[in-house]
């Protein structure tokens, strides 16, 4: 029999598969169902969850500069991501962004060094420069590493890859807020009906492109990106409070991995190989930060890790 340990590790550890669906499933979503209609359902769903399993948070106990500097870099951080999905052209692109957004681990850590008085060995700039190597392999193509051919696919579509830089910055800043002002406060049950609030308003003004019918197929896949959401949560809190903390740490880097992995079966994308090359440095570049701050005590990011 395993023990209470050791169950709440494998539940943790279904975390990082969720959030490697979330941006192909997000993708989905605002195809068959519209961007602000379908996220809105999305939120909302993904709010119920989080009321459920954590409650609606003190707001009182919160800091002012938490709520009026923290918390809005979450919904910054959503609304840059899914508006970055939405104006991508085609699923090949559309995982190229997400790897973007997937700047955040070691972004994070950066922001706890700089806000938080983190402290890292020498190596977490090794750690951020092959995260940023790996990304510009990624974007690059079937070239490898190649400056021009990087800067070439970017400009085909710049702002589609600026909002997806915005959403790591936003959630780094967000993540470094949360532990120095959060108080212990969850706020994810807030931050999801923000989330959701914002997307039904868009969905009521128009001027969103939006498929003419909701079919029963965008329904449930809206339903589906919605239990995605708030599940990974759900499975994460578990892990983190009962389970073994560092292997959930190392697992939940090899997001980006399974991010592109279920992003080309559910988008159609064909992958080059040095595609899958740079996945893996910007992996390798987020565990040499994590790795940099080991021995020096740094749990930040684990505590405040997102759906995507």
């Known amino acids: 029999m395993f023990s209470e340990k050791k169950r709440a590790t494998l539940v943790g550890l279904l975390a990082p598969v969720l959030w490697g669906l979330s941006v192909g ?29 954590f409650g609606w948070p003190r707001i009182g106990r919160m800091p002012l500069r938490y709520l009026l500097c923290g918390i809005p870099c979450a919904i910054a951080c959503s609304v840059c991501f899914t508006f970055s999905l939405q104006i991508s052209d085609g699923g090949r692109q559309t995982l190229e962004v997400g790897m973007v957004n997937y700047l955040w681990p070691s972004l994070t850590i950066i922001a ?18 092959l995260a940023l190597y790996g990304l510009g392999e990624v974007i690059s193509g079937s070239a490898g590493f190649h400056p021009a051919e990087m ?8 702002l589609s890859y600026l909002l997806a830089l915005c959403g790591a910055i936003a959630w780094a800043l967000y993540s470094s807020a949360t532990r120095a002002w959060g108080g212990g406060e969850n706020p994810t049950a807030l931050i999801f009906t923000i989330d959701a609030a914002i997307f039904g308003l868009l969905a009521l003004a128009g001027g969103v492109p939006a498929p003419a019918s909701f079919t ?22 578990v892990g983190v409070q009962k389970g073994s903390i560092t292997i959930l740490a190392i697992a939940s880097y090899f997001t980006p991995v399974l991010s592109c992995l ?47």
């Open 25 to 53: 499933m997000i993708r989905l979503v605002e195809e068959m169902a519209g961007m602000a209609r379908g996220l809105a359902l999305c939120y909302l769903i993904g709010a119920i969850f989080a009321l459920v399993i």
């Open 112 to 129: 706890a060094i700089l806000f938080n008085g983190q402290r890292a060995r020498w190596y977490v700039v090794i750690g951020f420069l």
């Open 151 to 158: 800067l070439r696919h970017m400009r085909d579509n710049p």
């Open 216 to 237: 029963a197929s965008g329904l449930l896949i809206c339903l589906a990106a919605g239990c995605v959401m708030g599940g990974s949560y759900a499975v994460w809190t």
């Open 262 to 308: 279920f992003g080309a079966v559910l988008l159609d994308a064909s992958l080059p190989t040095g595609f899958w090359g740079g996945v893996l440095v910007v992996v390798a570049g987020s565990l040499v930060c994590w790795a940099s701050t080991i021995q020096v005590g740094f749990m930040g990011p684990l505590w405040n890790r997102r759906r995507s």
